[in-house]
Structure formats: C-alpha cells, structure tokens
C-alpha cells in the first residue's frame, strides 16, 4: 500500500513536470506567433503599397501626355518596392530606400499642378500617405514584439527550450 502511494506521487510529480515544461513551451510559441502575425502586417501593407503604386502609375498614365518617363519611371519604382521581400525576410535597407521612393510619387502634384485639382489623385494621395504611415506603425508594432520574443528567449529556461527546438532570433527593422 505504501509503494502504491509513492508511485502517485511520484507519477503526480512527473504529470506537474510536464504540465510546467508545456506551460514555457506553450508561452514561448505564443510570443513567437505575435512575431508572425506583426510581419504579416507589414507584408500586407508592403502589398497594399504596391497595388497603390499601380494605380497611381494608371493614372498618371491615362492624365498626362507625353509624359512616359514618369510613367515608366512609377512601373521601375513598383518593381523597386515589390523586391524588398527576399525568401520571406525583408532587406531593411531597400525598405527605407522605398520610403524616398514614395515621398517622390507624393510629390507628383507639384509635377503637375492639374492632378492636384483632381479628386482620384489626391485620394490616391492619401490612401498612399495613410499606407506609409500603417506600414511604419506595423514595423514598429514587429520590432516590439520581436524585442519581447528575443529577451524572453534569454531567460534560462526558454534559453533551453528554444535550443532544443531550435528557435532563432527575429531580426528588427529599427535597430
């Protein structure tokens, strides 16, 4: 009777060790699925910010005459913008690249003064200066997250956990 007890306990303690261990584990891949869906974000407002481009290429195109330079000069710039992206990671110096790429595009109405007595244009405007402003929100939202994940990484336990599993670290947009 009394070797029976000792086995619960002893079984009892090894169910609390596992429950403990799967609780760090648990914790660990939570903040590492935060860190995925804030670079999910971005990802979809780098994508936005290519679909703007593309409108607004359209439009300049079908608004002004003669003026193909700029039009190609907006399709090369998209083609910039859609290749900060390499194998799912991003190339942080073409991102802050493309941010001057924008501020350019911006600037089409003092190109052309007409685009900017036009309604499509200035929505465009805006849509393009409101995307620019969620994509640096959401790489600031990424890089907190990824900060959170990397110190929690530090601490002894997850240290463990995350070499067993072989968790790297998130690199941040703003170092």
Not at 14 to 24: E, K
Not at 96 to 103: A, Y
Request: hydrophobic content about 40%.
């Amino acid at each position: 009777m009394e070797s029976y007890n000792i086995l619960i306990v002893l079984f009892g303690i090894i169910i609390l060790g596992i429950m403990i261990i799967l609780f760090f584990i648990n914790n660990l891949l939570l903040k590492k699925e935060r860190v995925k869906n804030q670079f999910e974000s971005v990802n979809n407002y780098i994508n936005d910010r290519i679909d703007l481009f593309a409108r607004i290429a359209s439009f300049v195109e079908s608004n002004s005459e003669n003026e193909e330079k700029y039009v190609n000069s907006i399709y090369d710039s998209s083609d910039e913008l859609s290749d900060v992206c390499d194998n799912g990671k991003y190339d942080i110096k073409k991102i802050k690249k493309s941010f001057k790429v924008i501020e350019k595009y911006i600037k089409l109405g003092d190109i052309y003064p007409d685009f900017n007595k036009n309604r499509i244009y200035t929505m465009l405007k805006e849509e393009i200066i409101l995307n620019e402003e969620r994509i640096v929100y959401a790489m600031e939202s990424y890089d907190k997250a990824a900060k959170n994940f990397n110190e929690l990484k530090t601490k002894k336990i997850y240290d463990k956990i995350s070499k067993i599993f072989k968790i790297e670290d998130y690199e941040y947009y703003n170092k």
